[in-house]
Structure formats: C-alpha cells, structure tokens
Nanobody, 116 residues
Framework: QVQLVESGGGLVQPGGSLRLSCAAS???????????MAWFRQGPGNSRELVATISSSGTANYADSVKGRFTITRDNAKNTVYLQMTSLKPEDTAVYYC???????WGQGTQVTVSS
C-alpha cells in the first residue's frame, strides 16, 4: 500500500508563492512506474477538485483556474511530486491533497491559506 505524505502548506499573502511536496513510500514499484500522480484541493464549502496531473514521463495537465500559475513536477529519484504555486489568490485557499491514480491512494492533505 502506497503512503503519500504532503508538506509545504502554510499562510501566504496574495501574490505570493508556495511549493508543496508529496513523498511516496511503501510501494515495491519504482516511482517512475507508479503512473499518474495528481494534486487535488478542497476549499471551504467546496467539493474536492482536480488541480493538476503528471504522468510517469512528466506530461502535465492543469485545471483552467491554475494554468499559468501552478507547475507540477516529479522527481522519480526522490519518490516525490511537487506543486509550485505562484501568484496565489485568496480563492486558492484549500486543503491540498496528493493522489496516486492507479491505486486510489490519498495523502492526509496540507492546508494552504492565502490571505493578507
């Protein structure tokens, strides 16, 4: 069973930046064989929504709301997926979750709050 642990959340002012990390462990597969990884978020009173995905080969896709501001990357040697967030807006406030699509695994989430 894959375990996913997110980190890097916090409080940031509008226009600021944060980098989230998601470290994977517990799988017999090499990270580059673990398939598509994704970041989701759930804001106050909202349902969980997809933010970005990245394939094993590094192909990325983004929700329209974050396109041009967020960048998803993966370091297969470190078993880690990152979400670089720039030009943050108050509406980006949410709990951000890491997800491995193939196994349905979720992390515990990390809180991002964008506020002045």
């Amino acid at each position: 069973q894959v375990q996913l642990v997110e980190s890097g959340g916090g409080l940031v002012q509008p226009g600021g930046s944060l980098r989230l990390s998601c470290a994977a462990s517990g799988s017999s597969l090499s990270f580059n064989l673990m398939g598509v990884m994704a970041w989701f978020r759930q804001g106050p009173g909202n349902s969980r929504e997809l933010v970005a995905t990245i394939s094993s080969s590094g192909t990325a896709n983004y929700a329209d709301s974050v396109k041009g501001r967020f960048t998803i990357t993966r370091d297969n040697a470190k078993n880690t997926v990152y979400l670089q967030m720039t030009s943050l807006k108050p509406e980006d406030t949410a709990v951000y979750y890491c997800h491995r699509v193939a196994s349905g695994s979720w992390g515990q989430g990390t809180q991002v709050t964008v506020s002045s």
